[in-house]
């Protein structure tokens, strides 16, 4: 386990940055990041066990200090599958239920090829939830309550990421969170390959739209 070194680390913080504070995505993100408060932790293994113990860990480290607003854990070297990862992901919630966690922390998921329910994969709104790397995002319970409290409109953050991502585009996406390209070569293969998949689907689409205007006629 690494905090605050690793590539992985460093191209998660440029994500956020780059992305999530910079297109207010979430407007409850930049304070806490300014000040420090957010903890950026890297599992390297392989081993799910060893991967919720780490997650269990900093989840007492947050019990401890205060200082720390939020927990991002980077996952590098597993789950790069996304059903595999929402697997895991649902046994995690039946482990912080038995823990009695719930109620005071949750976690979010954040994965490349994170796809909403309902969403097509190449749909840009998906792009809200994907992160450079698998990742557990552990929130206080307290501070989305302080959220939903405070926000002039919590239910139209969603919505107006949705709007927003759509309006870019992938490739508009593609270019907000790499800037220079290099510098986050791993972020861009990952869009990257959707940006190819959303140019395949449109060209199958106008095929069918063809066959289908040919048969007509």
Same mark, same amino acid.
């Given at each position: ?5 690793? /590539? ?8 956020? @940055? ?9 407007? +409850? ?10 903890? +950026? ?21 947050? @019990?401890? /200090? ?46 490349? @090829? ?15 939830? #994907? ?28 919505? #107006? ?57």
């Amino acid at each position: 386990m690494s905090d605050n070194r690793s /590539s992985a680390i460093e191209t998660t913080k440029a994500w956020v @940055d780059r992305f999530v504070v910079a297109l207010n995505l979430c407007p +409850f993100a930049k304070h806490p990041l300014d000040q420090g408060k957010v903890r +950026f932790v890297e599992y390297t293994g392989k081993d799910l066990v060893q991967l919720s113990q780490t997650l269990l860990d900093e989840i007492e480290q947050l @019990d401890r /200090s205060e200082a720390i607003e939020t927990t991002l854990l980077v996952v590098p070297e597993m789950l790069h599958d996304f059903e595999e990862y929402l697997d895991y992901l649902a046994g995690v919630e039946m482990l912080m239920d038995d823990l009695g966690y719930t109620g005071t922390y949750q976690i979010a998921g954040f994965h490349p @090829d994170y796809v909403f329910e309902g969403v097509a994969p190449f749909d840009p709104a998906n792009h809200t939830n #994907r992160s450079p790397h698998p990742m557990l995002h552990i929130i206080r319970e307290a501070s989305v309550a302080w959220a939903i409290e405070t926000h002039p409109d919590i239910d139209a953050i969603p919505e #107006r990421n949705v709007e927003l991502l759509r309006e870019m585009g992938v490739k508009g996406i593609i270019e907000q969170i790499s800037g220079k390209r290099s510098e986050s070569a791993d972020v861009w293969r990952s869009a990257h390959r959707y940006a190819t998949l959303e140019i395949h689907l449109r060209r199958i689409g106008r095929q069918a739209f063809s066959l289908s205007s040919a048969t007509l006629n």
